[in-house]
């Protein structure tokens, strides 16, 4: 495991440069938005129902782009699919960069609505594809976390980086880090998928050749394999498990995160600061446990427990959210992200689990699809019960009625989880790339 993750330290980079530039202009977009749209003022009807519409869009754009991208990479390599997101993502970039006047923000919306629907979580989606390449399935669970713990360290490197720089500059310096990044992983990431392997690399996805009936048990015994069970399918009982954990689960976070500010703004009347406060401890937290405390767990553990165990917490996050009774209750259930986090690469290790070792792609971006459609729905079902229960208009007095509703979605997440039996792996440490 060790020797895999030095190799897979490009992708690592690669991943944290990515998302370091996305971060590090995220709090300045509101600003930007209001100056381009409704300048002198500090309510923006505008700005609420583009951003709504955004959001839309670009959710059931990736909602039906990510199972594409994900076949594609099966077939053409990881690599290369990695290319388009990347280069893509550059573009509204370098246009805030170079101005943000109204009509430099319309150029900025139109063009980072379209390339948001292929790159909007087709690189984490991608990397997961990558990894599953290269690590044989016992120890994904461990690879997926680390991942995870990455992208949430330059979640944390990119909101303190964005406190120190002006909008322009934050815009300029994103720009550079995104070209630095496309720049670095075309010259130091080796394609997963090793274009020596002939037909392979271009092969596909439902090929019905003898050859990819076969699979290695733990014993190393060939075993031969119904047609039907070599894909992720609907019709396969685990793998629909695994999708509704993820509808779910996404569906609560998504929920927490379109809910929770506006709550706490009304309840204990939080501003800028202690937002930001609040989001850097969460993401300190989770970036310590998805590097140091996961990958120690798994192997006693497995990621099917780990998975039950992260969404049983999240359960219990938002029930502390719904009865807060002190503005340090929010800061205190920061503590519990230490577990919750275990769930979204725990998740992700059970649904590689149950595709071959060319059909990565395919299961990481079905997934990727499923938890796109659920950040669609999410702020439609939420945040109008949110706005219902914190008016003077509420059916009865619960301020926290709408996270509670949240804490029930995650809980038949959780209920699912635990009929998620363990699969039956299609690749194990002989069928994965060593690097």
Same mark, same amino acid.
């Given at each position: 495991m060790e020797k895999n993750l030095t190799a897979l330290s490009h992708l690592f980079v690669t991943v944290f440069l990515s998302g370091f530039s996305t971060i590090i202009v995220a709090p300045a977009i509101i600003d930007v938005t209001m100056f381009a749209l409704c300048p002198g003022t500090d309510e923006c009807s505008l700005a609420i129902y583009l951003s709504r519409f955004q959001q839309a869009i670009i959710g059931l754009g990736t909602a039906l782009m990510m199972p594409i991208i994900g076949n594609l990479s099966d077939q053409y390599g990881r690599k290369a699919l990695l290319t388009l997101p990347m280069t893509l993502s550059i573009i509204p970039l370098a246009i805030l960069a170079c101005n943000r006047t109204t009509n430099y923000f319309y150029a900025y919306f139109a063009f980072k609505t379209l390339t948001d629907m292929v790159c909007q979580g087709s690189i984490n989606c991608l990397a997961l594809a990558y990894l599953a390449d290269n690590i044989s399935y016992r120890q994904r669970a461990s690879a997926f976390g680390i991942l995870a713990g990455v992208t949430s360290a330059a979640y944390v490197c990119g909101t303190l980086a964005a406190r120190f720089l002006?909008?322009?500059?934050?815009?300029?310096?994103? +720009?550079?880090?995104? /070209?630095?990044?496309?720049?670095?992983?075309? !010259?130091?990431?080796?394609?997963?998928?090793?274009?020596?392997?002939?037909?392979?690399? +271009?092969?596909?996805? /439902?090929?019905?050749?003898?050859?990819?009936? !076969?699979?290695q048990n733990d014993d190393n015994a060939p075993t031969k394999v119904p047609p039907f069970k070599k894909i992720p399918s609907w019709g396969i009982p685990s793998f629909a498990q695994t999708a509704l954990v993820a509808f779910f689960n996404n569906l609560g976070e998504g929920g927490m995160e379109s809910s929770s500010m506006y709550y706490l703004k009304a309840r204990f009347h939080f501003n800028k600061n202690q937002f930001a406060d609040l989001m850097l401890i969460g993401g300190i937290v989770a970036t310590i446990s998805q590097l140091f405390i996961m990958p120690l767990l798994v192997s006693p553990i497995g990621d099917g427990r780990l998975l039950s165990i992260g969404l049983f917490a999240s359960c219990v996050y938002a029930i502390l959210y719904s009865i807060a009774w002190s503005a340090w209750v929010p800061y205190a259930a920061a503590a519990v992200s230490t577990v919750m986090v275990f769930a979204p690469p725990s998740l992700r290790s059970i649904a590689s689990r149950q595709a071959g070792p060319r059909e990565q792609g395919k299961a990481q971006g079905c997934i990727s699809g499923i938890l796109s459609l659920a950040n669609v729905m999410a702020p439609l079902i939420f945040s109008p019960l949110t706005s219902l229960f914190l008016s003077e208009g509420a059916p009865f007095h619960f301020p926290g009625f709408s996270i509670i509703c949240i804490a029930i979605t995650l809980m038949i997440a959780f209920i699912q989880s635990l009929m998620i039996g363990r699969a039956p792996s299609t690749s194990n440490a002989e069928n994965s790339t060593e690097v």
């Open positions: 002006s909008t322009g500059l934050a815009f300029q310096v994103a +720009t550079f880090v995104s /070209l630095f990044a496309v720049v670095y992983m075309r !010259i130091f990431l080796e394609e997963s998928i090793p274009a020596d392997q002939g037909e392979g690399i +271009t092969q596909p996805i /439902l090929k019905e050749g003898e050859e990819d009936n !076969i699979i």
